[in-house]
């Protein structure tokens, strides 16, 4: 049986899963089929030159992805570990007030490859781009990032 995830349940899972997300102030605002987004406060993310930590940053991109496979996953109605793989990230410009860390979905060949192997072996792996931006200019990447996460299934 699928369900249809909730930022409120993402939220918890987040803060119930991976502890640091609670410090970091993490919420999920959206959590849809084509994108999950997730905001983050400034104010415990900062670094000494007053703009977002980029050890947050990171933090948060991986999870926008981490958290757009959970989604994906309780839509299937499996329970499954997501673990992250490989990422790189790429900085453009300083982050200096409270942002936003948005994953799409990838490509339907892409994603078609990953439910396949994911419901036929009760595994999986998938490619996920993430951008940051400020939560009042969301449409304005600042930071860049691209992770390769293994999702497998569990009892």
Known sequence: ???????DALTQTFHHQIPLTRT???QALRTEESEVVLRAPLQPNLNHK?????GSLNSVAVLAGWGWLWCAVQRMG?????VIHESRMHYDRGV??????RCTSPGPAELARFER???????GRLRLD???ALESEPEV???TFVGTYVVVQSA
Request: a positive charge; hydrophobic letters at 45%; glycine letters at 10%.
């Open 1 to 7: 049986m699928s369900s249809e995830p909730t930022p």
């Open 24 to 26: 970091i102030g993490l």
């Open 50 to 54: 007053h703009t977002a930590f980029g």
């Open 78 to 82: 499996k329970r499954a570990t997501i």
């Open 96 to 101: 200096d007030a409270d942002f936003v860390a």
């Open 117 to 123: 192997s994911f419901g036929r072996r009760g595994r």
């Open 130 to 132: 993430v951008e940051v």
């Open 141 to 143: 990447a600042l930071a």
